[in-house]
């Protein structure tokens, strides 16, 4: 039984004004806040959108005017504004028709080469560069650097003449052929007045979506190789939301309302939030679902809140969430110790220490002050300079690294986080096993040394496997809606980047890069929105949800991960660019099913009217259920050690061969549950032709000991294609 997350208009209100009170929302100077009214889609015909924001607000304000108040008229492809509010003048606002929903306006945050050739889609892949440069992804973020070579436009003719959007970058910002849209919003006020990059994560993201190819690009000599874009003759357009301090909503909503009028094709979005907010108090999720209906995919990152479940904050299924996973080139930095054990230690570490051996002394023997806990740790205020200064310190934790530094350290060694990443002075850390073997080398030696060496890339025969930070499901509000949908590259990334981004976050670190190697679920969704790009140069009239399915259905089937979630972790799989051109059926899903899955979920008629802006209805007397959705994946919440039956309705659409037949193979290795498919061939005679089916699955019981999880596979093969759905069955426990 689906939990119904539909909020009913006043408790919405209500919740927005706990939201405030715990969270705020973009306060002003006088006590107002910045609220989101979201008005549903456009009304058809003639229409004046801010005559009716201004007379909204006319309406409700209290000794501010109109104009005053509002911050930001949502338009162009959907009705809705942002504005400044007291809460008795929100109240008001609650009460009036025509009023989806009001949010306040909170911060999302961002959510921080080789992997092409890993995914398959190799430089001499088949392409169409006339139609590929006709193809305009939206990258919604910090900005862009535009004078870096990834976004140079030699070679490229005149925008696409389908573009309707503008360069307006501000202070010393200029277009090319290539950057051909340039916009920026700043709701909260932050001094920085241009699209120009000064965080490095915007030029990062585009430039692995669409940037140019580079050869011999690398940091510092680390990852050497040619970085470029999953389309490198794509035009790109800037919509520059985010800013030291964050994204606001209010900012996000209006990037979407922007880029969708001006006639891109993909939207990037590498944002998102710690948790998941309601669908209608989701600047996402309502953004893409506009979008959704223009006919444009929005990719987003399913966020870096692992291995932690119920943590993904991607859940709508109109867009695709995006998890992060490693490639087969992994960075190490190698511990040389004085007795010549060489230990694999894990960093971005590009300095090279002048001699071959340092002193190496623990952080418990290196303090006067602390106790041996907290000097072990290198924590605080404990390092002395003089037991410290022309040494490499072993340290607990990695959080000791920038104390050890501080207090004259030459180096140092810590136990391992997972992920590296790029540090202000030689540093490597190690797993627990070898970790415990530099403890013993240093107890049992008079006098140990050790050199940290620089970083140098190395084969992993392991990947992919996903990443500890990237979020994990089940969807806290859509539980039958698999989420995150797909894993991609998100470990060790080489992109482009700003040269007045700081490198490290350490004041002292002045290094200035062209290119830097990032990870982050950020970094895997714009390699998925590079594919959506690609698969639209092929097929140009799919719909968005044709394209979500190709890069579902064809992705690797993956063995699990470190942790025990499985399909929680990384959807289907890892996306397959080559394989998702061709995917032989597709589930499709258009914004009627959508609408359709709101009303399983508690939207009525009214609401969803505004929404869709037609004359859609919810059914009086079928209830339905979101697992009714056309979806490419099949999950369902049941009920702790008690037996289950459910039934999942599909429709595949034949975008293969026109006479084809296919067989339903059930693959499943779990014994908690079994799986019929019913019929279980399907016969086309036409392309385009649709054929349904359901889908049974039958279970005696999971439990949190044994099992949480059960999952299993429905593959259609026709002996070309193989079109691979999971089925997710879970309880609603702490799996991770």
Request: negative net charge; aromatic residues 8%.
């Amino acid at each position: 039984m689906t939990k119904v997350n539909f909020l009913d208009h006043h408790f919405a209100c209500l919740i927005a004004t706990i939201l405030v009170l715990t969270m705020g929302a973009n306060a002003t100077d006088d006590g107002r806040k910045v609220y989101i009214v979201y008005l549903g889609s456009l009304p058809q015909g003639e229409f004046s959108p801010l005559s009716q924001h201004l007379n909204i607000l006319e309406d409700v304000l209290e000794g501010s005017s109109s104009r005053d108040s509002l911050v930001r008229s949502y338009k162009r492809s959907f009705n809705g504004f942002a504005a400044k509010l007291t809460e008795k003048e929100r109240e008001k606002l609650c009460n009036k028709d025509g009023v989806v929903s009001i949010f306040p306006s909170n911060l999302l945050q961002l959510q921080t080469t080789r992997s092409w050739d890993f995914m398959g889609l190799s430089e001499t892949i088949e392409r169409k560069p006339a139609v590929e440069s006709d193809v305009i992804v939206g990258v919604i973020d910090t900005g862009i650097w535009p004078e870096s070579p990834s976004f140079s436009d030699e070679g490229f003719g005149p925008p696409p003449k389908k573009w309707k959007g503008v360069c307006s970058g501000g202070k010393n910002f200029t277009c090319n052929k290539k950057v051909i849209g340039a916009q920026l919003y700043n709701s909260l006020n932050d001094p920085d007045d241009s699209v120009r990059d000064r965080d490095g994560h915007g030029s990062h993201t585009a430039s692995t979506a669409a940037g140019n190819k580079i050869k011999g690009a690398s940091f510092y000599g680390v990852a050497e190789g040619s970085a470029r874009g999953g389309v490198p003759s794509a035009r790109i357009a800037v919509y520059k939301v985010c800013f030291q301090s964050g994204c606001a909503d209010a900012d996000v909503l209006a990037a979407f309302d922007d880029a969708i009028s001006d006639g891109v094709d993909i939207i990037s979005v590498s944002l998102g939030k710690g948790s998941a907010p309601n669908l209608n108090e989701d600047s996402l999720a309502i953004g893409s679902f506009h979008a959704m209906a223009k006919g444009i995919l929005t990719l987003n990152s399913a966020g870096n809140g692992g291995p932690n479940t119920y943590s993904v904050g991607s859940v709508a299924p109109w867009m695709v969430s995006v998890a992060a996973s490693t490639t087969d080139r992994q960075i190490i930095t190698k511990v040389v110790l004085g007795n010549g054990t060489t230990l694999a230690g894990s960093s971005i570490n590009t300095f090279v220490l002048n001699g071959t051996e340092f002193p190496l002394v623990y952080g418990k023997d290196a303090t006067r002050t602390c106790d041996e806990y907290e000097a072990q740790l290198c924590s605080g205020d404990c390092l002395e300079r003089s037991l410290v200064e022309g040494k490499i310190i072993l340290c607990r934790s990695i959080t000791g690294d920038r104390d050890a530094h501080e207090a004259g350290a030459v180096g140092s060694i810590s136990q391992e986080f997972d992920v590296p990443s790029i540090v202000p002075f030689p540093i490597s850390t190690l797993n627990e096993e070898e970790f415990r073997m530099i403890e013993t080398y240093y107890i049992s030696t008079k006098n140990p040394q050790a050199n940290i060496l620089k970083s140098e890339s190395t084969k992993d025969s392991s990947a992919p496997v996903v990443a500890s930070f990237s979020s994990r499901g089940p969807n806290t509000i859509i539980p039958e809606i698999l989420k995150p949908d797909i894993t991609a590259p998100g470990v060790d990334i080489l992109a482009a980047y700003s040269p007045v981004a700081p490198v490290t976050d350490e004041a002292e670190d002045k290094r200035s890069v062209k290119y830097t190697i990032l990870s982050g679920t950020s970094m895997s969704c714009p390699h998925v929105a590079g594919i959506a790009a690609y698969i639209k140069t092929f097929h140009p009239d799919w719909s968005p949800s044709a394209i979500q399915s190709a890069l579902i259905t064809t992705a690797w089937p993956m063995n699990g991960t470190t942790y025990d979630d499985g399909e929680l972790a990384f959807g289907s799989g890892h996306v397959d660019p080559v394989k998702a051109v061709s995917p032989g059926l597709v589930y499709e899903a258009l914004k009627a099913d959508y609408i359709n899955m709101m009303c399983s979920m508690g939207y009525d008629t009214k609401t969803v009217r505004l929404v869709s802006g037609d004359n859609s209805s919810c059914p009086k007397d079928t209830k339905g259920s979101p697992k009714d959705l056309n979806y490419p994946s099949m999950a369902v919440k049941v009920e702790e050690t008690k037996s289950f039956k459910v039934e999942f309705p599909r429709t595949v659409t034949n975008f293969g061969s026109a006479n084809s037949t296919y067989k339903a193979t059930v693959i499943n290795t779990n014994s908690h549950i079994k799986v019929q498919v019913n019929p279980d061939i399907l016969s086309f005679k036409l392309e385009k032709e649709k054929k349904s089916f359901v889908v049974t699955v039958v279970g005696q019981g999971l439990d949190s000991f044994e099992a949480p999880i059960a999952a299993a596979s429905l593959v259609w093969s026709d002996g070309t294609h193989s079109v691979r759905s999971p089925i997710v069955a879970y309880i609603d426990r702490n799996i991770g």
